[in-house]
């Protein structure tokens, strides 16, 4: 392993461990908030110490590309997001944002120009914690942003407009402007996992093979709320009696399906009091998996365990599963191989920047594990040696592919 | 059936129609409020005009007896309470209330003084809905009052002693106050049913059995809150889905008992988001039999099933059932059939003042059918031929016994 690399990271990592600090403990750098504006500028000083070219683009993403001449070439692009949700934790985004830039500044450091162009990314936003939209930060770099997020309000009552504007014109004082979109060919992205998994089986790295589609329901359970004293058995419409014999019947089927991954996170009864029989239960019901039949045949199931009942199913989200590209996956296995790193394949249940990309470009997408599996927690850790192997193998991947 | 009478309390209940009355409908009367106030004066009025002779005590129970002189001769007391929950009906103790004036009113004057004193009583509190304790008026003037509670705040912040001097102060210009505890041999109480049972049978009177004990359990199941993306099925603890069991299973072991009536009204998910495993789950369980041995085992079977799991059960509320007197039942029983009223024996879901006083003093209690069972909201309704029924019962009993 390489510890000059390692080092530049844990170093970045330290600077970081100051900016949008919260009390008692955490991160907040929501996008386009003081902090974040302090991190991207951050993020800009340390790519001009590594010489790299830097620039951004008027959502606030900032790149940094180890050619002063880019033009329209195709290049690669690796990293990840700046922001954090509220009182998130040091590693999820920032890990893989600062080591892309690391692994290009180094590469470039040792073996200059190379022969498709490498850029780093450090995307505006991913988490969708300040304005009620996701992966604003890839989709305007892939062309995938709808433009009426711009009208978006955070809880201030400010726009997503307006907020924006204020903190790249901030940025644009020190950062020159690129109007026109890079032509990325391939994107790669560094994260920790965020699950138990790898820590669990003992694994030092996951070459992911796709993200999970995820479709969310809310379901409604009408009833009749009566008193719960004065009202016999068998004259009573008990929202929560059918919610739960519903629920039982959703457990049950869903854990037929073998990779499948659902959970109901969200419930609430009305009126919600001791002495009152539930008029009305609404729960929710999160579904994933890699495959969208399986989505699609688990949502035919739920469809029909509701059905002849006083229910109701809206269906809130439907993100489609994306598949990271074959040959990346070979390159990362076959760079993790050559650094004697333990692998295994794995596929993500959270979202991340990789899955709006990988509809429109070629993507990788390298895991490290997770202590515990917690994050968007202040209790969010990842060793050093992890972080460090994480980083050799995305510097592995992209020399492959670029020199 | 007398109409004078029921003409008296359905003028009575006009005239209530306006004191408490809150927008957008029902009626609000917390105890010792300046509603409240005007209620209980209203009633002595009500009763002067009958010729009876009012008195009150420090706790802001109004009487009404059929002589001047009582001194400390064993009595027959007969009433209900001011008081109504926030944004009640215009039934629910106010009926019983009013129609034991009208009916000892009406019985003085039509046939003078009784063998046994009749004293009607307007008792000061009953709902709880002001201060964190019930039945206070019944419980004071039956000598089970804890006098602790004379601490408990309002949401305002005044405490129950201070509410309860000032208002008791303002009624005692106009009514004398007799600090002697009244003897009494046995009490009565007329209510509308709260419940759907006689409207959905059709029967005109509810002669009471008994009034349900009533246990109220909190059950907490422990979890481990986690990301609903990233951790696979066999890797998670969720108290939702281990809730989700329990209940199941309290449904099912519960619903084998005959009489008991049992409801899961509240349940809150923790941290209740959709995308995270829920970490714990707090569901309270109503549970309600005039049989304290059916208590008892439908909690041991719940605690069986909550064994060798997670699972804490805190039991918040035990009330032993109350049974009425057999000779009071079988008096008005006997009323309602020289009447021609069609009777059931019917048990009470809910508590009244007669549950308090039937653990010092035999008790009977007549219930009229309630429209749709609906109670404790603006929506409460007895129709007039029912109000008229229960009140000829209650003058029937009185007259039986006192006369």
């Not at 180890?66 to 890990?95: C, F, K, P, R, W």
């Not at 979109?181 to 992205?189: C, D, G, Q, S």
Request: hydrophobic share 40%; proline share 3%; aromatic share 6%.
């Amino acid at each position: 392993m390489d510890s000059v690399k390692s080092d530049s990271l844990l170093s970045l990592l330290n600077t970081f461990s100051e900016i949008g600090k919260v009390q008692p403990a955490g991160f907040t750098r929501k996008v386009y908030d003081d902090q974040w504006i302090r991190g991207q500028l951050e993020y800009a000083d340390a790519a001009k110490r590594f010489g790299l070219n830097v620039f951004m683009d008027q959502m606030g993403n900032v790149f940094a590309a180890n050619t002063a001449d880019l033009n329209d070439q195709a290049v690669i692009l690796t990293g990840s997001h700046m922001d954090t949700v509220e009182h998130g934790g040091l590693y999820d985004g920032l890990y893989g944002d600062l080591a892309s830039l690391v692994a290009i500044g180094d590469l470039f450091t040792t073996m200059g120009s190379s022969t498709v162009p490498l850029v780093a990314v450090s995307f505006s936003e991913e988490e969708g914690s300040r304005f009620e939209t996701t992966f604003s930060g890839s989709k305007f770099a892939t062309d995938q942003f709808d433009r009426t997020n711009l009208a978006l309000l955070d809880e201030q009552g400010t726009d997503f407009a307006t907020a924006r504007e204020a903190a790249v014109k901030t940025l644009n004082d020190v950062i020159q402007m690129r109007s026109q979109r890079l032509h990325v060919k391939e994107y790669l992205e560094l994260h920790i996992e965020q699950g138990p998994v790898l820590e669990a089986h003992g694994v030092e790295v996951g070459v992911v093979s796709g993200i999970t589609g995820q479709m969310r329901l809310l379901i409604t359970v009408n009833g009749k709320a009566n008193h719960a004293g004065t009202t016999p058995m068998d004259m009573r419409d008990d929202a929560l009696q059918t919610a739960n014999a519903v629920m039982n019947s959703i457990y049950k089927a869903l854990h037929q399906f073998t990779d499948l991954r659902f959970t109901i996170g969200k419930l609430n009864v009305f009126p919600n009091v001791t002495n009152v029989i539930p008029g009305k239960v609404v729960f929710s019901l999160d579904m994933r998996d890699l495959d969208q039949a399986v989505l699609a045949n688990a949502l035919a199931q739920v469809r029909s365990i509701c059905a002849h009942r006083a229910i109701d199913i809206d269906i809130t989200t439907n993100v489609q599963p994306s598949r990271m590209a074959p040959e990346l996956i070979a390159t990362i296995s076959q760079s993790a191989a050559e650094l004697n790193l333990s692998q295994t394949a794995i596929s993500s249940g959270a979202g991340h920047d990789a899955q709006v990309i990988s509809y429109q470009i070629p993507t990788g997408m390298i895991f490290v594990p997770s202590v515990g599996g917690v994050s968007h927690s202040p209790r969010e850790f990842t060793k050093s040696k992890d972080l460090a192997n994480g980083l050799a193998v995305l510097s592995t991947t992209l020399k492959k592919l670029a020199y």
